[in-house]
């Protein structure tokens, strides 16, 4: 029987290009997606290259309370159950914290902190009961150092990054078969530039900007693998190791310089 994925988030960027690996390699995959006619052009085009799979997907509002409610409907219509969930659907906040709309910066926390925790405690819970499966939430590297500039964004990110750090630690002492894997990229060229109004940052015109098919691939490798946290590229690792080593006030600083707008 083959192995089964959802990705939420799946319309574009590390989602879309996440599905296609995965669709490549034999699995059936579902997406999400926040429009229709997003979805419908993303599931068009996976159907195109992913031949010999099963492709489906749903348009839901994951900020929302009842997604749960929603998303379980769904898999009875698809009668779809996944083997492998990614929570991937994001999108960031930049400027100062004064400055930004507050409604927005809730929904932001709405579905990177609340709405990941239901979903990977639902996940979680049907996984254990089945003795097999793998959670693998999509952080930042700006999780692991506040970020002025994308503060909100960042604390989310961190959130997500110790959440499941823990997670997986207490699967490994409990012997279980489950795994939660926890993805921390550095800048990826997607959508979340536009979404985030972050066309005058400099981050995503850096040397450590990549692309979501690159992460994609990275991802694959590591799910293979077993392993349970991944920095896409081998460079990023041993760099990000290196800063996580200087003063806290260095690492602020280094983040400032690559949110400042471009002059």
Not at 2 to 7: A, E, G, V
Not at 136 to 155: E, H
Not at 166 to 194: D, Y
Not at 220 to 231: E, G, M, S, T
């Amino acid at each position: 029987m083959k192995q089964r994925i959802l990705i939420t988030g799946g319309t574009s960027g590390i989602g879309f290009a996440t599905a296609g690996i995965f669709g490549a390699n034999g699995y059936d995959v579902c997406i999400t997606g926040l429009h229709d006619d997003e979805l419908n052009e993303a599931l068009s085009k996976l159907r195109n290259s992913c031949t010999t799979v099963s492709i489906c997907g749903f348009a839901i509002d994951l900020s929302l309370p009842g997604f749960l409610e929603e998303m379980q409907s769904a898999f009875s219509r698809l009668q779809f159950d996944p083997d492998v969930v990614v929570h991937n659907a994001g999108f960031g906040t930049w400027g100062p914290l004064a400055d930004l709309d507050i409604e927005r910066e809730e929904k932001m926390i709405q579905l990177l902190v609340l709405g990941m925790y239901r979903s990977t405690r639902y996940f979680l819970a049907h996984m254990m009961r089945k003795g097999s499966g793998t959670i693998i939430n999509i952080s930042s590297i700006s999780a692991f150092q506040p970020s002025p500039g994308l503060t909100t964004y960042g604390a989310c990110k961190a959130f997500v990054y110790q959440f499941s750090r823990a997670i997986s630690m207490e699967l490994k002492q409990q012997g279980s078969q489950v795994q939660c894997m926890v993805v921390c990229p550095t800048p990826v060229r997607t959508g979340f530039q536009q979404v985030a109004g972050m066309e005058r940052s400099r981050l995503f015109d850096s040397w450590m900007t990549v692309s979501p098919e690159m992460v994609a691939r990275h991802i694959f490798r590591a799910y293979c693998r077993k392993q349970d946290f991944l920095i896409p590229g081998f460079h990023f690792y041993l760099l990000s190791s290196l800063v996580r080593r200087l003063p806290e006030s260095w690492q602020m600083r280094l983040a400032m310089y690559h949110l400042m707008p471009k002059v």
